[in-house]
């Protein structure tokens, strides 16, 4: 600049002046007005309001309105210098902000078809509340009497038959509407709706000293907040420790020889010297300073009949800019008339009027949303963090129920802080218009109308209150709820881009274009921030009116990459077709330090680099102060170093050839010609330049099902298996689809091939029409002769036990055997009387056992499982039947169903079936790792040599195995680690490997005893020696059908539901915890929608009991969800598993302690099924839970096959940390 003045003196003067004039009229258009009316607004001269932030300016007009109610201000807020949460010390407190979330990616149309996938129920349900929706938008928005209305029936039935249009065809492809649905003012109209200021936040401590305190009071709102808060690892007491030794000690304050007892210090300077002492004890006792964030959900109070200075401060500045806006609207009106006339004049005045009443609904919305913001400020005197987290987290509850509903009848896109952009379809109801009867009309939008309804059924204040006689204190009471949705739009288009890691989406970033194809929003991209890569910010500024282009979703992707891929040509070309100049501009970046060089210390960036080598040829000056502007270039040579010490600062190319040559060559360590294009590193531009592309074109299109339309920039690996499952016809249907409702023409089959276990109790034969009676009785059709069935009295256990037999032995027809003649045909009749003795032995040897069940079928597992214990519990010798167990379990197969761990070290209980019994068995798992020795190992060492291939190609030495008890092997693991020490030993394996794992591994699915195995009480257990894996094909794996039971529960802020769902007892039974005791739920809801989940009649399902209970609280609730499960357990004592679908496992588990008594397998939790919506979450909670029980026998029976498979007890194929199965 010095050098163009001193050359070209002229030149530079009129481009100084031009530029001052473009900045003065700039200024006089936009910026004076906004002072203005800022100034206009707060108590205070231009200079003033220009100097302070928003929060000091919302202060100062508090203080006036305050000064006016003739309110005393408070102090400025001091917050609490040691806080402890849970016995620590707090380091940090907030509270959790407004939900912001992106849920799609790609471009979004309003002229090209979009798929939607809508949910009839939803549409029903619009159809059902059509009238109150309706009646809602003509009495509270429009203020009009409902008998005024002269066209209702016909707008009603407009809107109700697009909407029985999208209930009948849910599944649909159109040109969507693209909507974003806010709330107008949302944080100051919580505000006004629930009386929310800092002095109306009160403790039980100040209603106690209330006068208004009285039993039914109605002045006590309470609200939910979520606090947020970083504790210290060390405890209270480590922190007193801490604080009494630093007490004691001289601290050093200035130099090194300046020093002052600590207690002679200021409080902020205590607690700074404390911190850091703590800070360092914890890093050395607990190795971490903090512990994870903790977030709580608290209630604050909020009084109804505080002083409302406060709200009515924000009231008026909200009505005073509704005031504004409109009169903005009406001079936008008469701008138009006047462009139309043609009257300069009064084209000018309108356009002044325009920016005056902009600039003052702008100044006022400004200070508006600062009343929500102001309260959280460091030091306000209105300092309320209860308060700012009950606005944020009912406006993040409004948006998230909001979203519940879109998420039914169309596609959100994103949720803003206030507001949800999404897409609806096409045909979709939109705006409609009211006739009166006084020729006045009224037009409503049918998307805000519904969700307004939702948001006043759930945010009305029905206690707020106004003061009406001071003197008095009366009080009226009314029901306030200001908060509205908004309609924007339709617009024409929308743009979100996508991240480069897998499973992330980023939020506040997207395009939005109007219908004429202008750019209505652009939000996070690098083209609105300063200092960013000018290659970027051009090809984004060029690459989102492509978007526009094309009829279809492949031209429209085709057209933007054609921008792309002109600016990848510029640089595989090296930028040969511009000049060096405009090289310069397009690839460099800048940044303003906001410290002094001095300041950063070590720390090192691409500023910081440049910062250095600016100072080297321009003097040290340069950087002693803060604000300095470093643009830069990112260099190629020195190669390996990191990119932040590859900068060089783009003025050493405007210096002297030979002192950018001198430098260059000494930044760069080359020693040929220095030439900007030899010492760009051009990977790393293009590696920038693909990145964005990646973000807005190429991962987009892939999610978008569009093959990459620039093929040049490679998708991320992650992105290919997910294009692949998106492109696989035949891909693996994930666990969450099971769930969905069959259809009509499916039925809940067993995969197996067999018969399931509630068909016993429905057929015939089956197990319902033999218990009925009191006694056994054999049918017609079972009894071998084909006589009437004979009847075995319950008193004579003989008796009893040959009924059980026979009830359970094959149908067979003895009279063959008579048929033939023994004299006649001697052999024939030989055979037949070998095959009836060999049956008679056959269950003479089930008898001598114990076991009362055959291998014909289903029904003789469970028959037996469940009459086993009545069967012995009459013997006269108690012991016969012990004996009996053991002996069956060592002549039959054991079916593990799951290895359970035990308090002890290495033993576990394994849950069996031994011929139709369930057991509960000790086993004892040894230890076993390897240790490799590159010296000889002497004959006394524990262990043998074998011979195995180590991991990572390791050689194999002297490989020994050693086998021990857990418990030693715990208690000498510092010999084991000496070992690991010496020079001669390369390794040990082996010896992280849980134990769980490795009996899984040796003993499957199916195992036997050893023969050469002791006899003893099963109590005593077995070692994991003794046992023996068997397969599949030699033994059968649960071919007969075990009962389950199935427990659903979900939870969401103190609501919850328990359903047990008992297939063998016909019963499904739900529990509802409700604090507010309003009960919704009935059996017969319950019943229709299991059958709807179903979809196919079945006949089991025909006799299916539905109970409902309400409790108050999650103890009463699980207390009686034990005694369920405590009845259930005497009532069917045979093999039983539990499945579980709860969102924490152990909690429940330690709630309901029957499960103990039963091996438990999880299913994985769906986390929707715990975000309950604030209304009718009765019906969806209940709803979801009996979709879940249709689901669970068919879910079983897969995960029996899976087990078969895989050759694990059953148990494993859930939710297992040791086997994953996809």
Known sequence: MVRFAMEQPQTMASYS???AVATYYLYMTYVHP??????????????????????????????VQAFQANIICPNKHQADLEKFYNNRLVESETYIGGHVECLETGVFRSDLPTKFQLEPSAFEQLIEN????LQYAIAVEGKLDIDSVTNYDEVKDAIKQKLVSLRDHPTREECPLIYHLDVAAMYPNIILTNRLQPPSIVTDVDCTACDFNRPGKNCLRTLEWVWRGETYTAKKSDYHHIKRQ?????????????????????????????????KKYCQKAYKRVVDKPITEVREAGICMR???????????FRDRRYEYKGLNKTWKGKLSEAKASGNSIKIQEAQDMVVLYDSLQLAHKCILNSFYGYVMRKGARWYSMEMAGVVTYTGAKIIQNARLLVDKIGRPLELDTDGIWCVLPGSFPENFTFKTKAEKKLTISYPCVMLNVDVARTNTNDQYQTLKDPVSKLYTTNSECSIEFEVDGPYKAMILPASKEEGILIKKRYAVFNEDGTLAELKGFEIKRRGELKLIKVFQAEVFDKFLHGSTLEECYAAVASVANRWLDLLDNQGIDISDSELLGFISESSTMSKSLVDYGEQKSCAVTTAKRLAEFLGDSMVKDKGLHCQYIVAREPQGTPVSERAVPVAIFETDAEVAKFY???????????????????????QRLSSAIQKIITIPAAMQKISNPVPRVLHPDWLHKKVREKDDRFRQRKLRDMFSPLNKDMGMHNLNGTGDIEDLLTSDKGLRKTTASHGFNIGKENHPNGSPSAKASLGHCKNQQKSVIRSNEPLRDDSADEIVDRSTDYQGWLEARKRKWKYVREQKKRRRLGAAASSEGPSNNLFSARNVSQLHGNSRNRSTFFQKQELSLFRSHWQIIQLAPSTLPGRFFAWVVAEGIMFKIPINVPRVFYLNSKAPITDEFPGRRVKKILPHGKPSFNLIEVVTSEEQFRAEGRKLAAHLAEPDVEGIYETKIPLELNAILQIGCVCKVDKSAKKRNIQDGWDLAELQMKTTAEFSYLEQTVSFFYLYHSVSEGRAVYVMYFPTSLRVHAVVINPFRNKELSPVFLEKQFRDACQTPDPLHENLTFQVDYHTSMDAGSKYVQRMLLEYRQQHPGPVIGIIECPKLQAIRESVRALDDFPCVTIPCNARDNNYQALGWQATAGRTSMQRCAASTQWFNERISLARYAHVGVLYCGSSELFQFT
Request: with cysteine; aromatic share 10%; glycine share 4%.
């Open 130 to 133: 059509l009238d109150r929706d």
């Open 17 to 19: 002046v031009s530029d």
């Open 306 to 316: 505080e002083n409302s200075f406060y709200v009515d401060t924000v009231r008026s």
């Open 664 to 686: 260059l060559r000494k930044w760069c360590k080359v020693s040929t010609e220095a030439n900007i294009r030899f010492i760009l590193d051009w990977s790393y531009y293009k």
């Open 246 to 278: 630093i007490e004691s000690e001289m601290i050093q304050t200035g130099g090194v020889t300046s020093s002052k007892p600590f207690l002679d210090l200021s409080k902020p300077e205590h607690l700074l010297k404390l911190k850091d002492r703590l």
């Open 34 to 63: 906004f002072i203005f009316s800022l100034a206009t607004i707060i108590p205070m001269s231009p200079d003033e309001v220009l100097r302070k932030g928003s929060g000091t300016l919302c202060e100062m007009l508090l203080m």
